[in-house]
C-alpha cells in the first residue's frame, strides 16, 4: 500500500505579510503522517536540518515557494508521471489565501497563494478552479485535501466544486479552515493555527487505541473542536472512509483468530436495519448505494427510492442513508439536519401532521399540537412549508416509507391527492430547507406515473434512484462482515453455497437475513456452519419451516385464530403483488370464534423476540382522552410471498376475503362520516352484504360495526318500501306520518334533553346538535309548528323527506361543550351560550348568530362565512386561521380576542370593538371597520387591501414600524397624516402575500389587487 502526501507551509512572500505558523504547522502534520500513517511526505519549502550525523528534510521557515513549483507538485501528486499510483494522495497547505469576489473561474472563489503570488496578476495564485479539476482526472482512488488558509472555503462552495467528476469510485476528504467568506486564524495559546491544532489532535492515534482514526473520524473530532470558534470549518467526505493513522503496536484489527464470540446477534431476521445505535454497525454491502444517495440529497431537494420487495429499501434508507446524514461525516452540517419519518397507512394527511409531534409533552400538549399542525396542513403546501421554514434546523429531511401505502390503505381519493399535492406545494415554496425522500416498491411506481399528481409523477421520474439485487461481493459482505463485528466467522463452504441458492432470486433479502438469525442460533463455537444451513432447509426452505412449526404448535382453536389473523393481515393486490396491512388489534377480535383473549396470546408469540413473525406497536388518538390503540402488522412481505400455508389460504379465499374487505370498508366509510343515510348499503350490494354476513358467520365473521352498519342498511331498505308505498296508499300517508312523525318528535326530544344534561356532554352533544339542524338551508323555514297544525305536511315532507331536522338552538346552553367539527351550517343560534366551549373546525357557514356568547370559545379554524354574528360577544376568543368571509360582525366584542391568520374578506366591522385584538397576518381584503374601536390592535403583516378604516381611532404607529400591516388602497382615519403615508406601499407585497398565502396563480393575484385598486372613496 503506497500513500504520498504533499505538505505545504509557506511563511515568506514577496507581495503578502510573511507569517509565523504556517511552517511549524506543515512541519507537525508532516510528523503526524510519517510516524502514524505510513505516508510518504514530501515536504515544501524544503529545508535539511543536521540531526547527528544525518541531514533530515524540514519545512523551512525562511524559505519560499514559487507558485510554479507548487502547481508543479500538486501535478505530480495527483496526475504522477510514474505507472504506479499510490493508494492515497494527500495535499496540506498552510499559508495565505485569496478570495475571487468576481467569481471569475465559475466554480470556485479563492486562491492559493504562493510566495511569489502577485495579487495584481489575472491568476493571483493557485486557482481552486484548477485544483477541482485536477482532481477530477486524477487516477488516484483516495484523495485527500486539508487547506488552512482564509477563503478556503472556496474548494467546496457547491456539489459540483466539492466532488469533481462525481466518480463513484473514488473517495475524498476534503477540509478547509473557514467558509469562501472568511477569515483563518492562529492561535496565540498555541503554536499552531486553529484548524492545523484540530487536525493534529484528531489525528493523535491513541485516542482510538487498536484501530484506525479514518477520514470520518477526523471529520467528527475537528467539527467538535471548532465547534463555536471564530472560523467555521467546511468538511465533506466522499466515498469510503480513508484510514490515516494508528498505533503500530496493535495488532491489525483484522486478525481474527483470537476472536471471542460476543454472543450478540449481528443479523436482523424478517425486520429491517434501523437508524439507532446498534444496527449501523452491523449493516454491510450497500456501501456503493449508500454513497449514491448521498450525493442525490446533496444535489437536490427530492429523491424516490425504490425496489422489489426484500431488495432492502427500508434498512439502506436507514441504516445507510440517514445514518450517514445523521453523524455528519459525509455533509458538513447533516448531524444538524432534523429529521421527520412517516408512513402513510390509511390517512396519510393525519400522519403527516403527527410526523411534526414533539416528543415530549403530556397527552394534552400532543394532542394540541396535532390540532394545531393538522389545521396548518389543511392549507396544502403553503402550510406544509410553514411548518419547514418554522424549524430551527439548517435543513428538514421528510422521510415517507412505504409510500405506496397511499395506494394500498388509503381509500379516500381526495386525500390522496390532498397528500399529493402538500408534499409537492412545500418542495416548490420551501427550496432547499426541505429535502424529501419517499421510498416505495417499484412495482407502484406506475401507479404513480398514471396522473400528474401535482407534479409528483415528474418528480419520480427525474429523481428516481432503483434498489437494485446485491451483487455476490456484497452479499458476501452483507454475511461475514457482521459475523466478524461479533467475534464470529461464517463457513466458506456455507458463504458459497448461501451464494448459489439465492443468485437469480429478486427480494431474498429478508430470507437470507431470517436464515442467517436461525443459523446465528446453531452456531457451532464462533462459527456458522454449512450443516445447520442444510438441516434448516437453505434459503426458501428456512422461513417457510420455521412458521409451519410455529403453527403446528399452537392448538386446533389458536391454529383457526392464525390462519384468521394472517388472512387479516394480507393486503390483496390489485393488479399488483399481495402485501401486508397493518390492523388494530382490537378490530382482529371477533367473538366468539376468535376472543380477545385467544387473538392476545397468539399475537404475543407470534411477535415475541424469538420469532418475530408479527410486529406490534401503538398509536396515540389525537383528542384530549389521548386513546391508545395497539397496532399489529406483518414483520416483512417476505412471509406473505414465501410461506407456503399462507399462500394457500389466500388464494383458496380470495374471493371471500374481498368481499368482506369491501363490506368492512364500507362500514368505516359510514362510521367517518358521521353515519350519514348515504353511505348505507342499497340494493345488490346490501343483499350481497347480508348472505355472506349469514353464510360466513363461523368463517369470515364481520366485524361488530360493520354488522351495526349492515342492520342500519336494512332499516333504511324497509323505510324505503314504507315511503314508496305510503305515495300509492293517500290515507296511508296520513297515518304513517302521524306515526312517524311522533316517533320523530321523541327522538327530537331525546336530542334536546342529552344537550340539556350536564352529563351527557361530549360526542352524545355534538351528536344531538347537528341532528337537530342536518336539514337547515338558507331560505327553508325551521320547524317550530307542533304536530297536525295546518303546516304539519309541509314541515314534514322537508324535514324527513327531503332535508332532515332543522330546529332552533337559539338561547341553549353549550357552555365548555365538545363541538370540534360539528357541522352547524345555516342553523339557528340566537343568543346561544358557548363560553369556552371548543369549537375548532366546526362549520357555522351561514347560521345565525346574533347576540351569541362565544367568550373564551376555542374557534381555530373555524368556518364563518357569510355567517350573521351582530352583536355577538368574542371577548378572549381564540379564532386564529378562521374564515369569517362576508361575515357580519357589526356591534361585536372582539376585544382582546386572538385572530392570528383569520380571514375577513369583505367582512362588515362597523361599530364592533377590537380593541387589543391580535390580528397578526389577518386577511382584511375589502373589510368594513368604519367607526370601530381598534385601539391597541396588533395589525403586524396584516393584509390591508381596500379597507375601510375611516372612523377608526386607528393610529399612525400601527400602521408604521417593523412588521407593519401590509396597506394597499385603504381608506384611512382622520388620525393618521395621508400626506405622510403611502397608500400603495405594499400593494406588490399584497401579491406576493396571496400567491404564497392560497397558493394563487400570479395572475390570479395581480387581478384581485388591480380590482381592489380601483375602488374610489367617496369624500
Known amino acids: 500500500m503506497t500513500r504520498v502526501a504533499l505538505v505545504v507551509g509557506i511563511n515568506t512572500y514577496t507581495h503578502f505579510p510573511d507569517l509565523k505558523a504556517p511552517a511549524q504547522d506543515a512541519e507537525a502534520i508532516a510528523q503526524r503522517l510519517q510516524q502514524d500513517g505510513d505516508f510518504k511526505v514530501h515536504r515544501f519549502p524544503e529545508a535539511l536540518v543536521r540531526e547527528g550525523e544525518q541531514l533530515s528534510p524540514t519545512v523551512g521557515e525562511t524559505l519560499s515557494m514559487p507558485q510554479a513549483q507548487l502547481e508543479a507538485e500538486l501535478k505530480q501528486l495527483f496526475r504522477p508521471d510514474s505507472a504506479q499510483i499510490p493508494d492515497a494522495a494527500l495535499f496540506y497547505f498552510s499559508g495565505h489565501g485569496l478570495p475571487d469576489p468576481e467569481g471569475a473561474d465559475g466554480l470556485d472563489k479563492g486562491y492559493l497563494v504562493a510566495s511569489d503570488t502577485d495579487p495584481r496578476q489575472t491568476r493571483p495564485g493557485v486557482s481552486l478552479a484548477w485544483l477541482q479539476n485536477l482532481l477530477a482526472h486524477s487516477p488516484i482512488a483516495n484523495q485527500i485535501v486539508w487547506l488552512d488558509c482564509c477563503h478556503s472555503g472556496g474548494l467546496l462552495i457547491n456539489v459540483q466544486a466539492a466532488n469533481p467528476g462525481h466518480r463513484h469510485d473514488r473517495s475524498r476528504c476534503f477540509i478547509a479552515s473557514s467558509r469562501d467568506f472568511e477569515k483563518s486564524w492562529q492561535d496565540l495559546n498555541s503554536p499552531y493555527s486553529v484548524l492545523t491544532k484540530a487536525l493534529l489532535d484528531g489525528l493523535d492515534p491513541t485516542r482510538l487505541p487498536g484501530r484506525w482514526v479514518d477520514t470520518f473520524a477526523l471529520v467528527d473530532s475537528v467539527n467538535q473542536a471548532l465547534k463555536g470558534e471564530l472560523q467555521t470549518p467546511t468538511c465533506t467526505n466522499f466515498g469510503d472512509a480513508i484510514n490515516l493513522t494508528r498505533t503500530w503496536q496493535v495488532a491489525d484489527e483484522t486478525t481474527s483468530a483470537a476472536a471471542t464470540d460476543s454472543g450478540l446477534c449481528p443479523y436482523k431476521g424478517l425486520e429491517f436495519f434501523d437508524l439507532n445505535d446498534t444496527d449501523p454497525q452491523y449493516f454491510f454491502g450497500r456501501e456503493a448505494l449508500t454513497n449514491q444517495l448521498i450525493d442525490q440529497v446533496r444535489t437536490s431537494n427530492f429523491m424516490a427510492l425504490v425496489g422489489a420487495s426484500g431488495n432492502g429499501k427500508s434498512s439502506v434508507l436507514r441504516a445507510g442513508l440517514l445514518h450517514q446524514l445523521r453523524v455528519g461525516r459525509r455533509i458538513a452540517g447533516s448531524d444538524q439536519w432534523q429529521l421527520l419519518m412517516m408512513r402513510p397507512d390509511a390517512q396519510p394527511m393525519k400522519n403527516l401532521a403527527t410526523a411534526f409531534l414533539p416528543m415530549d409533552g403530556s397527552q394534552l400538549d400532543r394532542a394540541e399540537a396535532l390540532g394545531r399542525a393538522e389545521g396548518i396542513l389543511q392549507e396544502g403546501g403553503t402550510g406544509l412549508a410553514r411548518l419547514i421554514e418554522a424549524a430551527p434546523a439548517p435543513r428538514v429531511l421528510l422521510v415517507v416509507d412505504q409510500f405506496e401505502e397511499v395506494f394500498t390503505r388509503c381509500d379516500d381519493l381526495d386525500e390522496r391527492e390532498q397528500f399529493f399535492a402538500c408534499l409537492m406545494g412545500a418542495l416548490q ?518 379597507t375601510d378604516l375611516r372612523g377608526t381611532n386607528l393610529t399612525p404607529q400601527q400602521l408604521t414600524g417593523e412588521g407593519g400591516p401590509y396597506l394597499c388602497d385603504s381608506a384611512l382615519p382622520d388620525t393618521v397624516d395621508i400626506e405622510d403615508t403611502d397608500l400603495n406601499r405594499d400593494c406588490d407585497a399584497i401579491r406576493e402575500r396571496l400567491i404564497e398565502r392560497y397558493s394563487l396563480a400570479p395572475e390570479h393575484a395581480r387581478e384581485i389587487v388591480n380590482d381592489a385598486r380601483q375602488k374610489i372613496w367617496a369624500e
Not at 792 to 805: A, D, S, T, V, W
Not at 834 to 848: E, K, P, T, V
Not at 870 to 889: E, H, I, P, V
Open 429 to 946: 415554496i420551501a427550496g432547499d430547507k426541505l429535502c424529501q425522500i419517499i421510498a416505495m416498491r417499484s412495482d407502484f411506481v406506475g401507479k404513480c406515473l398514471e396522473r400528474d399528481y401535482s407534479g409528483l409523477a415528474q418528480q419520480v421520474q427525474q429523481y428516481m434512484v432503483s434498489v437494485l439485487p446485491m451483487q455476490p461481493d456484497e452479499l458476501r459482505a452483507a454475511i461475514c462482515q457482521p459475523a466478524i463485528q461479533v467475534g464470529l466467522t461464517v463457513e466458506d463452504t456455507l458463504v458459497t453455497e448461501t451464494l448459489n441458492d439465492i443468485k437469480g432470486a429478486p427480494g431474498s433479502l429478508p430470507l437470507l437475513q431470517y436464515t442467517l438469525k436461525e443459523l446465528w442460533q446453531r452456531r457451532q463455537g464462533n462459527q456458522l456452519v454449512l450443516s445447520a444451513y442444510q438441516a434448516l432447509g437453505g434459503i426458501n426452505g428456512t422461513l417457510d419451516q420455521r412458521a409451519t412449526e410455529l403453527y403446528q404448535g399452537f392448538n386446533a382453536e389458536q391454529q383457526r385464530t392464525v390462519r384468521h389473523l394472517f388472512q387479516q393481515l394480507t393486503q390483496l393486490g390489485e393488479g399488483t403483488e399481495d402485501t401486508r396491512r397493518r390492523v388494530f388489534l382490537d378490530n382482529l377480535v371477533s367473538e366468539p370464534l376468535h376472543s380477545a383473549d385467544r387473538v392476545q396470546t397468539v399475537v404475543e408469540k407470534l411477535a415475541d423476540k424469538e420469532n418475530r413473525l408479527l410486529v406490534t406497536s401503538e398509536v396515540v388518538g389525537k383528542d384530549d382522552i389521548g386513546e391508545r390503540r395497539a397496532i399489529v402488522d406483518v414483520a416483512h412481505e417476505a412471509l406473505i410471498r414465501h410461506w407456503r400455508l399462507l399462500r394457500q389460504w389466500i388464494e383458496q379465499n380470495r374471493d371471500l376475503l374481498r368481499q368482506q374487505r369491501r363490506t368492512e370498508a364500507s362500514a368505516v366509510n359510514w362510521q367517518e362520516y358521521q353515519k350519514g343515510e348515504r353511505y348505507l348499503l342499497e340494493g345488490w350490494a346490501l343483499k350481497e352484504a347480508v348472505r355472506f354476513m349469514q353464510q360466513q358467520a363461523d368463517t369470515f365473521p364481520l366485524s361488530d360495526s360493520a354488522k351495526v352498519f349492515i342492520k342500519q342498511s336494512q332499516w333504511k331498505r324497509r323505510w324505503v318500501w314504507l315511503k314508496t308505498a305510503s305515495w300509492l296508499i293517500i290515507p296511508a300517508v296520513i297515518v304513517v306520518g302521524v306515526v312517524e312523525n311522533h316517533l320523530r318528535e321523541q327522538r327530537v326530544r331525546a336530542d334536546f334533553e342529552r344537550i340539556d344534561d350536564l352529563n351527557q356532554r361530549g360526542v352524545a352533544e355534538k351528536f344531538s346538535a347537528e341532528d337537530l339542524v342536518r336539514g337547515c338551508r338558507r331560505g327553508v323555514p325551521l320547524r317550530s309548528t307542533p304536530a297536525l297544525e295546518p303546516s304539519f305536511l309541509g314541515n314534514y315532507i322537508g324535514e324527513r323527506l327531503l332535508f332532515g331536522n332543522c330546529r332552533s338552538l337559539s338561547r341553549l346552553d353549550f357552555i365548555s361543550a365538545d363541538l370540534r367539527d360539528a357541522n352547524l351550517r345555516d342553523s339557528e343560534l340566537v343568543a346561544t351560550d358557548f363560553i369556552s366551549a371548543d369549537l375548532r373546525y366546526a362549520n357555522f357557514r351561514g347560521a345565525n348568530l346574533i347576540s351569541a356568547n362565544l367568550r373564551e370559545a376555542n374557534l381555530i379554524s373555524a368556518n364563518l362565512r357569510d355567517t350573521n354574528l351582530r352583536y355577538a360577544d368574542f371577548r378572549d376568543a381564540n379564532l386564529r386561521y378562521a374564515n369569517l368571509t362576508s361575515a357580519d360582525l357589526r356591534d361585536t366584542d372582539l376585544s382582546d380576542a386572538n385572530l392570528n391568520n383569520a380571514i375577513f374578506t369583505s367582512a362588515d366591522f362597523r361599530d364592533a370593538n377590537l380593541s387589543d385584538a391580535v390580528l397578526i397576518n389577518a386577511d382584511l381584503r375589502n373589510a368594513d371597520p368604519r367607526n370601530a374601536d381598534l385601539r391597541n390592535a396588533d395589525f403586524r403583516s396584516a393584509i390591508l387591501l381596500a
